[in-house]
């Protein structure tokens, strides 16, 4: 339902943007014969509901329409570009979601102690910068004062994992920086409220040892927010990386979709977008099977 | 008994001290508390909220708040200092010596860890692991009364009923035989039936363990149904201390007398005179107290007791702390017990419930939580709804107020008309016509606006009132429920629990409401608050010639202010009549049964009527009469088979059973009660 609205939005969005195709196409100076003859080759003279009926179609079937601009077929593009953003935000979501959990168990075991003061605040004024400010001083300090990573995550052809793993460590801090705070306070949060339940009072008056309670008692009920958080931002660290793409010259799925807007290549810049819409909608679903897993009361919820 | 157990005692607290930081200041909440608990004693520590009981509690297995510091005496436990105990020698005193059951069983087990998990934890501690625990475990749970412990041990603490989890939690607390068990409020929050067992469950253990108990309640007679000694803590004080039914029955400290004054007891009714009340308010946690404590609300209190702190006499056996103790009992009441002669109903009713029914969907099955309920109700009369939770009491409430639609054929008539089903198609006279008061006036409250708005707001829409004319019903209303002009500026949460609920109850009676709907008013609040509370009700009520329907679980409450009782089980009406015949009897068994289970003040042991295991699932209730699966009074197959019509014993009187009227009498003659 979501998705089917969302392409709605989508092709909607891409018919009201100004300018015409062909003349976008073929450039400023050519013939208006020639601007109409193409749009008709391309279908875009048709009625709205029957272009959206064409293309919704086909997508549903696995084709996602001819590029206006390559004049090639879009899916062989889509799925590359999804396939590079999708290393990038493993990269940064192997980086982030230890490293924030950790942060955020740490400071709430730490509550207002200066370590806590200082994840805390630190995590919160890394996340308040945009990723294009982090990103253009990651670059200057690590690319090119220090020159210890590559600056652009375009790495050489046929480059092994290993390689493409140093490309993307750059590109991937900004990211780990705006997620960082995020998860590291809810994880906070949800520690600090486990800390304080009867359970776990139950569990320290039991007798058993500090790290039995935190392992066993407090950690399990205090991260089940925190999964529901992380798999809406996977959602993010796919789709949303136009300016981080952008920045570093990388072909991911935002910068084709950035390209395809520019360009007015509609097939390309909806399937583009419909393509991140399943993903995000595919994230959710993850997430809240993993909690439903993980929740005992939401999994036999329904036996009560 | 205090000085039998000369040996070793189990728990002594010598002048200990305790103090929350709060806005950067220490704030004391315990101030020199001194008290001894012998072996194999049960001691009954009671008192208001806010009198530092469950700090007391906390401060004993070191588990206070971040903010909270012990700053002062000293804590003895089975002749351990506790204070000096390093993070491990206090961890294993916690795992051997003392442990603690609270109140809200639900969230005191870890939701996601099953809960044979939970106990077998306890046994690895001491080196049984594998089958052994498990063993051992089962056994606890056998000892706790759990009828199936094997398939206990694989559920998650939310698949069980609040009483069972109680169970659980009081076999965890058990389960390295500790020496001393505190229970903090354990049954509060329990319906009357279940409370009962978990009370007998109790007193049976300690026949069989050696543990000594600390139980803390705001619960008189259950303290005084369980407890050896009682000590009656105020503002972080020991005011009284003895043995429990001295206490109860001769106390010797003001405080004492007022709270036991505080509640309805042996039948009382409205008519019969207001409830005493304790004027003003416990003093703040860190408020610095000159003398007596209880001075500022305290009739008898003199110069002296204003300036000097009373020290504890000794009146052999027995502590106090009043200069005058001796005439403690002649504490002149703080109200008056005289009432108005209640209007007597004579007129047409103002309510009238024929055939009404609701049944939900659950799961696919029809879950039928109101079934065919008919009853009338006149004006300035109270109708109590009695029943276990999950007996369709807040159903039936919320079907007459149109919060949900009831099943089609079934009438609700307002002064002769007939009321629409929903709320929306109901005219605005009949919806200020009924209101209702909620248990949590907190959450009934919007916090974010002001008494004089959140009261003058129902005046315009209840009373379509503004300008001059809002403003001066706004004062009579405020002053009606005794409020002053000084609470009208300030928001909610700077009103006490009790001041709060005077709010809620302005605003449903801002439209001169025909009917109110109270939904355990008073289960929030302190009794001295509670007393208050019901008094003012009962005030409005005859100025006012406004009918209540009045649900409680506490049935000395709902006898105090009902003129009439209904009796509901799984969304039938099991009993319907006047108040007195409802509780003096004959009555339904099931009735019997829930009075039956009340503790009671007055210690009058008759044989108990004990309810087993749970209510059953309205979803699939049981064939012929639907009680008979738990009944006491069961006479044979006719009732498994045939559901019992509602048939009038006597003029007025409705018992739902196949046990003639006669021999009911006779049968519950042999055990008759004399309930709360």
């Known amino acids: 339902m979501t998705l089917f609205l969302l392409s709605i939005m989508v092709f909607l969005g891409g018919q009201v943007l100004p300018g015409n195709v062909g003349r976008a196409i073929l450039g400023p100076f050519a013939d208006q014969r020639a601007v109409d003859a193409l749009n008709h080759t391309l279908g875009v003279d048709r009625p709205l509901l029957t272009q959206y009926w064409g293309w919704i179609s086909n997508f549903v079937q696995g084709d996602m329409g001819t590029s206006y601009i390559f004049r090639s077929p879009v899916a062989p593009f889509v799925i590359d570009a999804l396939g590079n953003s999708m290393k990038l935000a493993a990269v940064a979501f192997v980086l982030v979601v230890p490293i924030g959990i950790l942060g955020g168990v740490v400071a709430a075991l730490n509550l207002n102690r200066p370590l806590d003061r200082i994840i805390s605040l630190g995590g919160l004024s890394v996340t308040v910068l945009p990723e294009f400010v982090t990103g253009i001083i990651l670059i200057l300090i690590f690319g090119v004062w220090l020159r210890w990573l590559p600056i652009s995550a375009a790495w050489p052809r046929n480059a092994g994992f290993f390689t493409q793993l140093y490309y993307l460590i750059l590109p991937s801090l900004p990211l780990f920086l705006v997620l960082f705070g995020y998860i590291a306070r809810m994880a906070r949060s949800g520690m600090i409220e486990a800390l304080d339940s009867d359970y776990t009072r139950t569990a320290v008056l039991k007798g058993l040892p500090w790290r039995t309670v935190i392992w066993r008692h407090v950690l399990r009920n205090a991260l089940l927010p925190t999964i529901t958080v992380i798999a809406t931002q996977t959602g993010y660290l796919i789709g949303g990386l136009v300016v981080i793409e952008t920045l570093f010259r990388y072909q991911g799925i935002g910068s084709l979709i950035f390209t395809a807007a520019r360009g007015k290549d509609f097939p390309m810049l909806e399937s583009g977008i419909l393509t991140i819409g399943i993903v995000y909608a595919v994230a959710t679903l993850v997430a809240d099977f993993l909690y439903s897993v993980l929740n005992p009361r939401i999994r036999l919820g329904s036996d009560q | ?676």
């Open chain 2, 1 to 676: 008994m205090t000085k039998s157990a000369k040996a070793k005692n189990a728990l002594e607290l010598t002048d200990l001290s305790v103090a929350y930081r709060v806005a950067g200041r220490n704030r004391a909440v315990l101030r020199n508390l001194s008290l001894t608990i012998g072996q194999g004693e049960a001691y009954g520590l009671v008192g208001e909220s806010g009198c530092g009981k469950s700090t007391v509690a906390l401060t004993v297995v070191r588990y206070l708040p971040r903010n909270g510091s012990i700053t002062g005496g000293a804590i003895s436990l089975d002749g351990q200092d506790v204070m000096k105990l390093d993070a491990e020698a206090l961890r294993r005193a916690r795992a051997e010596s003392v442990s603690m059951v609270y109140q809200d069983p639900g969230k005191a087990l870890n939701p996601s860890i099953r809960v044979g998990r939970q106990l077998t934890e306890i046994f690895e501690l001491g080196g049984i692991s594998g089958q052994a625990a498990t063993d051992r475990a089962i056994a606890m749970l056998n000892r706790v009364r759990i009828s199936d412990p094997t398939s206990v041990m694989q559920r998650y603490p939310h698949q069980l009923s609040g009483g069972m989890q109680q169970r659980v939690a009081i076999a965890m607390a058990l389960a390295n035989d500790p020496s001393m068990l505190i229970l903090d409020e354990p049954t509060t929050g329990l319906d009357a039936t279940v409370e009962a067992e978990v009370l007998d469950l109790i007193a049976q253990l300690r026949q069989e363990l050696s543990a000594s108990i600390l139980f803390i309640s705001h619960n008189l007679a259950v303290v005084s149904n369980m407890c050896d000694r009682v000590g009656v803590l105020y503002a972080g004080m020991l005011v009284e201390e003895g043995p429990t039914d001295v206490i109860f029955n001769d106390p010797r400290h003001p405080y004492t007398v007022a709270l036991l004054r505080c509640l309805p007891r042996g039948g009382q009714r409205k008519d019969q005179g207001r409830l005493d009340t304790i004027p003003g308010f416990l003093p703040g946690i860190g408020a610095d107290i000159k003398g007596c404590a209880f001075a500022d609300r305290c009739a008898l209190a003199d110069d002296r007791c204003r300036s000097e702190l009373p020290p504890l006499y000794d009146l052999g056996g027995r502590l106090s702390r009043c200069f005058h103790h001796d005439k403690a009992q002649a504490l002149p009441r703080a109200t008056p017990s005289d009432v108005a002669p209640a209007p007597k109903a004579a007129a047409a009713p103002v309510l009238r419930v024929a055939g009404l029914n609701k049944t939900y969907a659950s799961h696919g099955h029809a879950l039928r939580a109101v079934k065919d309920v008919s009853l009338d109700l006149r004006p300035g009369e109270t109708l109590g709804l009695v029943g276990e939770s999950g007996s369709g009491k807040t159903t039936f409430a919320r079907l007459l107020l149109g919060l949900v639609p009831p099943d089609e054929g079934g009438t609700i008539e307002l002064e002769g008309k007939a009321l629409a089903p929903r709320l929306e198609n109901r005219s605005d006279d009949q919806i200020k016509a009924m209101q209702i008061v909620f248990q949590n006036p907190d959450s009934a409250l919007n916090r974010s606006h002001s008494i004089r708005h959140l009261i003058g707001r129902a005046l315009k829409r209840l009373a379509g009132l503004s300008g001059k004319a809002l403003d001066a019903r706004l004062n009579d209303l405020v002053r009606s429920v005794r409020l002053t002009d000084r609470h009208l500026a300030v928001k909610p949460r700077q009103l006490s629990g009790g001041l709060k609920q005077r709010v809620a109850i302005a605003r449903a009676f801002a439209g001169d409401p025909r009917i109110v709907v109270c939904d355990e008013p008073t289960s929030a609040l302190d009794v001295s608050v509670q007393a208050a509370i019901l008094n003012l009700l009962a005030d409005l009520q005859s100025k006012e010639d406004v009918s209540y329907i009045f649900i409680s679980h506490d049935l000395a409450v709902v006898r105090y202010l009902s003129d009439k009782i209904a009796v509901l089980y799984l969304g039938r009406i099991m009993e319907l009549g006047p108040s007195e015949d409802v509780f003096s009897g004959p009555h339904h068994p099931y009735t019997e049964a829930l009075l039956s289970a009340v503790p009671k003040l007055d210690q009058t042991e008759t044989a108990r009527i004990r309810l087993d295991g749970e209510i059953p699932s309205a979803t699939n209730p049981p064939s012929g009469c639907v009680f008979h699966t738990r009944c006491p009074r069961k006479i044979g197959p006719i009732c498994e088979q045939q559901e019992p019509p509602l048939s009038e014993a006597q003029p007025g009187h409705s018992i739902r059973c196949h046990i003639p009227y006669a021999e009911l009498a006779r049968l519950q003659k042999a055990a008759v009660t004399e309930p709360a």
